[in-house]
Structure formats: structure tokens, C-alpha cells
């Protein structure tokens, strides 16, 4: 049975920005942090492939926990499951995952400082949106407290990966062989295992079975990228609750569109230079239009049914043949966001007629 939460999107799933890695609609308690983190590791993943990620958790009253306000990392995971079924998309993994760490709140009740943490999640269907890669999240409980134990993870990427490959990787990282027949036998089962893990040693495993691109330009790259956009990031941040969802999703355009045009330039060897005089208005209005759409960790939203078993307003205005809910006007071809007759939005349509959009 799913728990409630104090803070639950119980009318609608959240907007999602065009590659469906990050949802503009957060936890009114979010920190800045927090927020910050989440920008930056959603382009480090869909924008610049950065082969690892650091973060850390903590574990404490017997569940894994974020870092930054104590948030159960299970009650995230249900959380997802219930904004799936609103969408009426699977929600297999994401079920899945809630097993998974399940499983890992009771290996770490009995955990010691030292010991390794190793959890595989290979990726989805193509068809379903998913991305070429997974991903090994490795991590160490680095201290313990009274009842509190403080996890140092970090996600490693994996391109190209076949089922066999995690399977000999994770056997040789954890010495505990499993019979996987679909990527969700891995997520229900991560292990904690009684010795630590060297860095050295994962990546060396991960290369022998994948193609696993440990890039120090790539990261280099990224690192500068960060410290262009960080003062945009910032801009966004001490402001965000004053936005609305659509003026967050063309902010966060605006982040990738400049990111991947950051990116260009230091691979083809120029020096891009953050223009600190730069109206942060205009750098949204210059970079905010739908960036490529990129296949990830995170299915690529579909424009099927919802959960109320009717096409959303959203596919509604982007599809061809379409009836404007509102004035009843049927232009010709699609017209994206808006009807040209009323000069109605989805949002606004949604908010007047207690219709759910996806």
C-alpha cells in the first residue's frame, strides 16, 4: 500500500520539460540546494553524458533518505508511481524501485561503516523512450552516528549495455549472482555487501563490460559549462516560486539551448566566456524555445491517455485535426500550445474546466 505524504500532486501529474528527466513543479518545502543539485545533474545526464555523478544520502529511523530535507527516498519512489498512473503510462520500474529500496532499507538497518552499496538500473525500452545507457549506483556508509548512517553514492553511466553485461558486473562487484530476465529484477534487488568498493576497481569492472566513457574532457567540459550558466541557475533559483509552470519549463530550455551551445564551442576548442552583464530576461527570451529532445534515464512523455481514459488537453493542441475545447475553432495543422481562434492555453483551458492536462 502506497503511503501518504504531507505534499502529494493529487490533481494532476507534474509538467514535465520536453525530455521528461525534470519536473518544474516541486515540494513547496524545496531548498535552493536541492533545487540546484537537480538542475545540475539533469544536464549533466541529458545534455553533456557525464559518466559520474556524486551525491550522498542518509540513512536514519530505519529508511534512506535525501540529504537535503530528510525526504524518504521510498516515499519519492511512490510518489513517481502515482504520477505515472495519472498519466496512465507503466509503471513497472518505478514500482519496482519502491520494492528496491524496500529491500535496501533492511540490509542497511545492520550496515556498518565501510561497507558497499551496489544497485544496477538498466534502461528501459527503446519504444518507451528510454536512452542507449544505464547506470551502477555504487556507494560506501562513510559514518555512523547513534542512529543515523551518512552514504557517499555516485551514479556511474553505462553506454550501450546488453543484459549480460550487467550481470557479469554485477556479479564480479558483489560476489552475489542473480537470475534477470527484465531490467526491474535489478531494480528490486540492490545489495549491501561487507567490504568497501575502490573507485579503481568499479571502473575497471564497468569498462571490461561496457563502454564505459570515464572522459576527463567531457567532465572538464561540463565543469566550465556549470560556471557559465551558474549565475543564471541562481537567477532562476532565488526566484522560482514567482514563476509560473510555463515560465520555469522555458528558463530550464533556456539552460539546456545554452548549455549544448557552451558545449559546441569547447569542443570545437573556443573559450566561451559568461557575459555577467546579461539581463536574465533576455538571456530566457534569446534561449528559451524547445531544445532536442533527448532519449534518458526517464521515458520520453507520450501523448497518450490519461487517467481519466480521454486525451489530455496537451495532445489535444499539438495534434493535427484538433477542435479547441474552448471556442470550438479547427484550424488547420498543428498549433502547438495555444488556439490562434481564442488565444486559449492548455493551462488556462485546464484551469478552467477542472480538466486534467499531462
Known sequence: MIESTPYEYQSRPRELVSSSGFSVEYDPRVTDQELKDDIISYLGEYRFQIPKFEYELIYSDGMLRDSHRNESMEIKAQRSVKERVMRGESTSREASEVIGLQFLDKQ?????????????????????????????????????????????????????????????????????????????????????????????????????????????????????????????????????????????????????????????????????????NQDFKQFVNTYGYEPPKVAGSCPIKSSGLNSLGSNSVSSFMESEGFTCPNCGHKPKGPIGNQCPKCKITKEQYTQKSGQQSC
Do not use: C
Not at 551518512?150 to 549472482?177: H, Y
Not at 561540463?222 to 550558466?229: K, P, Q, V
Open 108 to 276: 542497511l538497518e545492520s550496515a556498518q561503516v565501510g561497507n558497499s552499496i551496489v544497485w544496477a538500473s538498466p534502461p528501459g525500452a527503446k519504444e518507451e523512450g528510454y536512452g542507449d545507457y544505464g547506470f551502477f549506483y555504487v556507494g560506501r556508509i562513510k559514518r555512523s552516528i547513534e542512529n543515523k548512517k551518512q552514504i557517499q553514492m555516485a551514479a556511474f553511466r553505462v553506454e550501450e549495455p546488453t543484459m549480460n553485461s550487467f550481470e557479469d558486473s554485477f556479479k564480479l562487484l558483489t560476489d552475489v549472482g542473480i537470475e534477470a530476465k527484465t531490467p526491474e529484477d535489478y531494480l528490486k534487488f540492490p545489495v549491501v555487501i561487507g567490504r568497501e568498493l575502490p573507485e579503481e576497481y568499479v571502473v575497471k569492472t564497468l569498462s571490461e563490460n561496457f563502454t564505459f566513457k570515464n572522459s576527463a574532457r567531457n567532465v572538464e567540459i561540463f565543469d566550465i559549462a556549470m560556471a557559465n550558466l551558474n549565475p543564471m541557475i541562481d537567477n532562476l533559483i532565488v526566484n522560482w516560486s514567482e514563476f509560473s509552470v510555463e515560465e520555469k519549463k522555458k528558463m530550464i530550455h533556456a539552460l539546456e539551448n545554452k548549455s549544448l551551445q557552451i558545449k559546441k564551442e569547447l569542443e570545437e576548442g573556443n573559450i566561451t566566456v559568461y557575459e555577467s
